[in-house]
């Protein structure tokens, strides 16, 4: 249809962000999940809730998200929390730094509630961050080394909200860099990313796995 004729203020992102008991969508399980809904640069509402896993969460994981598998043992199942995640998200584009990480455990987990996964338009803070910000000025797009860069007003902490607070504005400033270029709808955004396709992505994976070489 005509949708990605859509002005760029005019599409309504939901910006989300996953804490998990690991990284593997198959055998780890979401323990938070953050979401925050935006327009034309406004706030329209939030998410979040922490999730049960079922499982112990491992000691290196509390390490980093500070989230206790006692923290979690009241907490919902991920079977009743989709459904309003879902609802929530409804109609809009769904944005993620990193966005394959968190779309493989919404899927997954949409999978095990024997739940359709809505095709959903899918944005990547990082593709785009890659693809608007060069390595001299943005050497890494960690979240929060792109918060640093880009002024964002929350500072990631590793937790599901924080972290989405602080994409939404990531995701702001590169639409402020886009716009300076002329890119105003939905459907110039997208064409103006790159396309992986899943050889590439294969390759990209092979050189994450090749120890970097310390920088001088």
Request: hydrophobic share 45%.
């Amino acid at each position: 249809g005509d949708e990605p004729e859509i002005a760029l203020r005019d599409v309504t992102f939901v910006v989300v962000d996953l804490e998990t008991t690991g990284t593997r969508p198959d055998g780890d399980a979401i323990t938070e999940i953050g979401a925050v809904k935006v327009r034309a640069g406004e706030v329209l509402g939030e998410f979040a809730t922490l999730v049960d896993p079922g499982c112990a969460i491992p000691p290196q994981i509390v390490q980093v998200t500070g989230i206790t598998t006692a923290m979690v043992l009241e907490a919902p199942r991920i079977e009743a929390v989709l459904p309003g995640f879902l609802e929530f998200a409804s109609g809009a584009v769904l944005v993620a730094h990193n966005a394959r990480f968190d779309m493989s455990f919404l899927k997954a987990a949409a999978q095990r509630c024997e739940t359709a996964w809505p095709a959903f338009q899918v944005l990547c803070t990082v593709q785009l961050a890659r693809r608007i910000l060069d390595r001299d000025e943005a050497p890494t797009v960690r979240l929060s080394a792109l918060a640093q860069l880009l002024g964002a007003s929350t500072r990631p902490t590793h937790r599901a909200l924080d972290d989405a607070r602080a994409t939404v504005d990531v995701l702001h400033a590169l639409i402020e860099r886009v716009g300076n270029q002329g890119i105003h709808t939905f459907g110039e955004l997208r064409s103006y990313l790159p396309d992986v396709t899943p050889a590439q992505r294969q390759n990209r994976h092979l050189t994450t796995a090749l120890p970097r070489r310390p920088r001088v």
